[in-house]
C-alpha cells in the first residue's frame, strides 16, 4: 500500500516541484501580510528569501524585485493568486 496521498497519485516530480514553489510563495505572501508569523521550518528559509519581491509586488511597485515575484509566481503556477493578493492590499 502506497504511503502517497491520493491527491499525488500519478503527480511528475515537475508537479511536486511547482506544488512545493507554490508553497514558498504562500508563505512569503503570509509574512508580507502578517511580519512574525512562524513558517513551516520546510519552506521558512525559501520564503523569507522571496519576501522583499513579494512585499514590493504587494505595494504595487514596479521595479524589478516585484517583477521578481510575478515571475515566480507565473512559475509555479500562482501567478492568479499573487494578483488577487495585489489587488486585495490596493483595494
Not at 8 to 16: I, M, Q, V
Amino acid at each position: 500500500m502506497s504511503q502517497e496521498p491520493p491527491c499525488r497519485t500519478g503527480a511528475t516530480p515537475a508537479d511536486l516541484a511547482r506544488e512545493a514553489d507554490r508553497a514558498v510563495l504562500y508563505g512569503a505572501v503570509l509574512a508580507a501580510q502578517r511580519p512574525g508569523v512562524r513558517l513551516k521550518p520546510a519552506i521558512a528559509e525559501a520564503a523569507l528569501a522571496l519576501l522583499p519581491a513579494v512585499r514590493a509586488y504587494l505595494d504595487g511597485e514596479d521595479g524589478p524585485l516585484a517583477e521578481l515575484a510575478l515571475t515566480y509566481a507565473r512559475a509555479c503556477g500562482a501567478e492568479a493568486f499573487l494578483l488577487a493578493k495585489r489587488r486585495s492590499v490596493q483595494g
